[in-house]
């Protein structure tokens, strides 16, 4: 099986071009939703650990991750948020490798992770794809998608490996201009890339 690790910065459209490529026929894996499963889970191993390191004020009342406070907390401290990195990422490799055996007998797949680089997963990977865009986009994104201030959105971007480092350590680079036609096209100029160097 190829195994493609998409990554860049918050608000370049990851998503969008791990969509595409789910319809295009592509089997997909999200760390994010990875991570979001685990929020959600009340009571669960990750809602435990968060509330013994930060407090049950991080929690809602149904004992489930409030995604916003901590959102908060982690992108006002770097203290924080290396705290919560070392209780996050053991669960979700352990969970990618999973998905990976799981998938062995796929000709291809292609798995959303935002952290690759700051996490070290490259190695994991065969390929590793990242999607650029310029700040003012991510900005505008990242306050409409998440419902957040201009101020948070920076502090996000800026907690992450610059994108211009990311796109040096790339493969390959799609550049999302905002364009959703652009994108797919530029989508579908990355599997012919793939058809041509692998070959299937």
């Known amino acids: 099986m190829l195994k493609i690790a998409l990554t860049g910065g918050p608000g370049t459209g990851k ?73 996050t990422h053991p669960l979700v490799i352990k969970k990618l490798k999973e998905e990976i055996k799981r998938l062995q007998n796929e000709t291809v797949s292609i798995f959303e992770i935002p952290l690759l680089f700051e996490a070290k997963l490259t190695k994991l990977f065969d390929l590793n794809l990242v999607v650029s865009a310029n700040k003012k986009n991510q900005i505008e994104r990242l306050t409409k998608r998440d419902k957040i201030s201009k101020s948070l959105a920076r502090k996000m971007i800026d907690s992450q490996i610059p994108l211009k480092k990311k796109m040096e350590m790339a493969d390959y680079v799609i550049f999302n201009t905002g364009s959703t036609r652009k994108l797919r096209a530029e989508t579908k100029e990355f599997i012919n890339f793939l058809k041509i160097k692998y070959g299937f």
């Open 15 to 87: 998503s969008s071009v791990l969509n595409i490529m789910s319809r295009m026929g592509f089997r997909v894996i999200s760390a994010d939703k990875i991570v979001r499963d685990l929020q959600h889970k009340p009571n669960g191993t990750l809602a435990k650990r968060i509330a013994s390191v930060f407090g049950r004020k991080y929690l809602k009342i149904d004992g489930s991750i409030n995604r916003l406070e901590l959102r908060k907390l982690i992108f006002g401290s770097q203290n924080a948020r290396k705290k919560l990195e070392m209780i």
